[in-house]
């Protein structure tokens, strides 16, 4: 349903144009904690790879100890300006970074940092690694879905008709995606954002997700035992069963899951491999694991008796320290992987 308050027109107040404060410093924070920004969305919708909405949540209410930006993070900081020169160099464009961060005039909570604007266009630099199938043809608008969410942000923070998203892969090359504004997505964003944001304000945290991020918040939130017991509510007492049916469900798909390996297994034999029109299984031989602590008390003991006539000269040679490792290590092992066929 569109909400009567979208206009679907971006309409923002800012500082000129410079350089905004780096990521992860005190003025960062306190700016980031005022309002959803475009890191924020694809968590708000439930896509994100790193973050929950329980986490926006967390981080808005101050209550989330900050990160230390990891260095893949700062060497993103370093790199986006000379990205975005080559950017505009290339295509022709004069993408400036706002010196400040964007707010909008009719929706306060909504905020922005972005990477650069020309007119009625946006600029978004990322560094990808291994850019998977989420990563489409360059020059279409198919980026992954935490980015779309971003960008769709951005645009609807601006006003912006498209935004242009550079991808320096492996920092050797430099792919172009061109992502126009979706204003029905960004409704459905816009509504999502809005109920966040009161959820802030009124300090009344969102229900978690079942992510990895949500699970962290919790323990964070809730670190102590201060209460001996309360009494569920019906619609907690309902989810306590669908929780404990879905987990005897999962035991049961575990066991299910392990007796179809093991007829696998047993089908193969001494084969590494089996080729079915369902897809392959591969049940490959590897070196076992090293009991390292082991390994680690021999040595010691060695430095310390190393005047010791019964040590022998040359115990320290590489062939006799791998005599050491060999034997404080497991016998080989074979491990099992299947996938379906393309």
């Not at 942000?153 to 008709?161: I, N, Q, R, S, V």
Request: hydrophobic letters at 35%.
């Amino acid at each position: 349903m569109k909400p009567t308050w979208f206009t679907g027109r971006g309409g923002t107040r800012a500082g000129g144009y410079g350089t905004p404060p780096p990521a992860g410093t005190d003025t960062w924070l306190r700016q980031r904690r005022t309002g959803i920004g475009g890191s924020d969305a694809a968590a708000v919708l439930g896509v994100s790879p790193w973050q929950s909405k329980l986490g926006v949540w967390e981080a808005k209410r101050g209550v989330r100890p900050e990160s230390t930006p990891t260095e893949r993070m700062l060497w993103g900081q370093r790199l986006e300006p000379v990205v975005r020169e080559y950017f505009n160099r290339d295509h022709g464009r004069h993408y400036t970074k706002p010196r400040s961060m964007l707010r909008h005039d009719h929706w306060p909570f909504v905020v922005g940092n972005v990477d650069g604007i020309d007119g009625r266009r946006l600029y978004e630099g990322k560094l990808a690694e291994r850019p998977g199938d989420e990563w489409g043809e360059e020059g279409t608008d198919q980026v992954p879905a935490h980015y779309f969410a971003q960008v769709q942000h951005y645009m609807m923070l601006t006003g912006a008709e498209v935004t242009d998203v550079a991808v320096l892969v492996r920092g050797a090359q430099l792919r172009h995606y061109e992502v126009p504004a979706d204003r029905e997505f960004q409704e459905a964003l816009l509504v999502e954002e809005a109920a966040l944001w009161r959820d802030v304000q009124a300090g009344t945290p969102p229900p978690p997700d079942g992510s990895a991020d949500a699970r962290n918040a919790l323990r964070r939130l809730y670190p102590h035992v201060e209460v001996e017991s309360i009494e569920a509510t019906p619609e907690v007492d309902q989810v306590l069963r669908e929780y404990l049916l879905a987990k005897a469900q999962a035991n049961d798909a575990a066991k299910h899951v392990e007796a179809l390996q093991q007829q696998l297994q047993a089908y193969m034999g001494n084969a590494g491999k089996l080729i079915g029109a369902s897809g392959t299984a591969t049940w490959s031989e590897r070196a076992g694991a090293t009991k390292w602590k082991e390994v680690a008390k021999e040595y010691a003991n060695a430095l310390r008796n190393t005047q010791d006539a019964r040590i022998p000269a040359g115990w320290w040679t590489d062939e006799a320290l791998a005599e050491v490792e060999a034997k404080h290590r497991s016998g080989t092992s074979r491990s099992f992987t299947a996938k379906e066929s393309k």
